[in-house]
């Protein structure tokens, strides 16, 4: 399993409708997140930046190659294309975060110095 955190921007003025849309996402989409390995995926928003986390089983190569792959999901990117401003750089790669440290890891670590 692996973790990803991605980052996009959406339109000011559009906030509330990026909210409004996320209220029912359809059940197919949830099926092909699900099915490509998508767990504990969350979005949280400060202004209008907004961050996605999810855990990527077994890979976030594999889980991001699920959606390339899903019509839903291609239909909701559509969808969002008045209320993102950005999502990826000029090569198509979502704007990605670095993980560079997790609790539960270390936890292990440290237990496994004290065996």
Avoid at 78 to 88: E, G
Avoid at 91 to 97: D, K, P
Wanted: net charge negative; proline share 2%.
């Amino acid at each position: 399993m692996e973790r990803l955190l991605f980052i996009m921007e959406i339109y000011e003025d559009k906030i509330e409708e990026y909210e409004r849309r996320h209220e029912e996402v359809w059940p197919q989409l949830l099926g092909d997140l699900w099915a490509g390995g998508w767990r504990n995926y969350s979005l949280f928003r400060r202004g209008n930046q907004v961050f996605g986390y999810a855990e990527c089983h077994p890979t976030i190569e594999s889980c991001l190659g699920s959606m390339a792959n899903s019509t839903a999901n291609t239909e909701w990117a559509i969808w969002f294309t008045d209320v993102i401003k950005s999502l990826t750089d000029e090569s198509g790669n979502l704007f990605m975060a670095e993980q560079v440290w997790h609790m539960n890891e270390k936890i292990a670590a440290n237990a496994a110095e004290a065996s």
